[in-house]
Nanobody
Framework: QVQLVESGGGLVQAGGSLRLSCAAS?????MGWYRQAPGKQRELVAY???????NYADSMKGRFTISRDNAKNTVYLQMNNLKPEDTAVYYC?????????WGQGTQVTVSS
C-alpha cells in the first residue's frame, strides 16, 4: 500500500506560478502528475523515474517542470506562466508493483 499526500495548489492569477508537492509513504520508482479539468478526462502532465528520466505530455512541455527528491520520496511540479485553461484538479500518481496509486488531488485555479 502506498499513500500519496499532495500540497501546493491554490488560486493564482494568469501568468503566475505554483509548485505542487507530493510525498509518498515509501520509495517509488515512477511518480508523476495528472490533471482533470471540469467536464474533461484526466490527462497526463508528466512523470519521472527515480533515475531522473522524465516524460511530459506534449502540451505541458515548456511551462511545467517535474522534479523529485528521492531521499524524501517526494515529487514536485513547478508550473510557470499559468493560464486559465490550466485550471484543474491535479493528481499525484505512482506506480508500484503493478498497482497504480492516486493522491487525493489538489485544486489549481488560474484567474484571468
Amino acid at each position: 500500500q502506498v499513500q500519496l499526500v499532495e500540497s501546493g495548489g491554490g488560486l493564482v492569477q494568469a501568468g503566475g506560478s505554483l509548485r505542487l508537492s507530493c510525498a509518498a509513504s515509501r520509495s517509488i520508482s515512477r511518480m508523476g502528475w495528472y490533471r482533470q479539468a471540469p467536464g474533461k478526462q484526466r490527462e497526463l502532465v508528466a512523470y519521472m523515474y527515480s533515475d531522473g528520466s522524465t516524460n511530459y505530455a506534449d502540451s505541458m512541455k515548456g511551462r511545467f517542470t517535474i522534479s523529485r527528491d528521492n531521499a524524501k520520496n517526494t515529487v514536485y511540479l513547478q508550473m510557470n506562466n499559468l493560464k486559465p485553461e490550466d485550471t484543474a484538479v491535479y493528481y499525484c500518481n505512482a506506480a508500484f508493483l503493478g498497482v497504480i496509486y492516486w493522491g487525493q488531488g489538489t485544486q489549481v485555479t488560474v484567474s484571468s
